[in-house]
């Protein structure tokens, strides 16, 4: 999946440790142009509020009904201040949806055996 299919649910799950409905945004976008990444990540965003806002979370992930609801950003680059600040913004506009917004930097791991 990808910041450009706005309207696609990336991943839902059921977080085991904190039990939130977890809806993720696979973010695999470089920042070399910022206001294309901050454009795609916002409509993202604001997709999966509508989504949260409208019950069809509900409708789609059942095993999600109940369950305090967060989106969470899996970002396959480091985000730059200008990023770090929309995140900032966009977290209050998350919240008074109900939810909350978080955001993991995926690092490389070299997993053989050498």
């Known amino acids: 999946m990808s910041l450009e299919r706005t309207r696609e649910v990336d991943v839902m799950g059921v977080d085991k440790e904190t039990g939130y409905a977890t809806l993720a945004i696979a973010d695999d976008m470089d920042w070399s142009d910022e206001r294309k ?3 795609a990540l916002q409509d993202k965003i604001y997709a999966y509020l509508d989504f949260v806002e409208s019950g069809e ?3 789609k992930y059942p095993q ?5 609801k967060e989106i969470r950003i899996y970002a396959k680059y480091d985000f730059p201040q200008v990023g770090l600040n929309f995140l900032k913004n966009v977290a209050t506009v ?3 949806a109900g939810c909350r917004l978080l955001l993991t930097v995926l ?3 070299d997993l053989s055996a050498n």
């Open 37 to 39: 990444h901050l454009a």
């Open 57 to 59: 979370v509900d409708q």
């Open 64 to 68: 999600g009904v109940g369950r305090n």
């Open 94 to 96: 998350v919240e008074q």
């Open 107 to 109: 690092r490389e791991a």
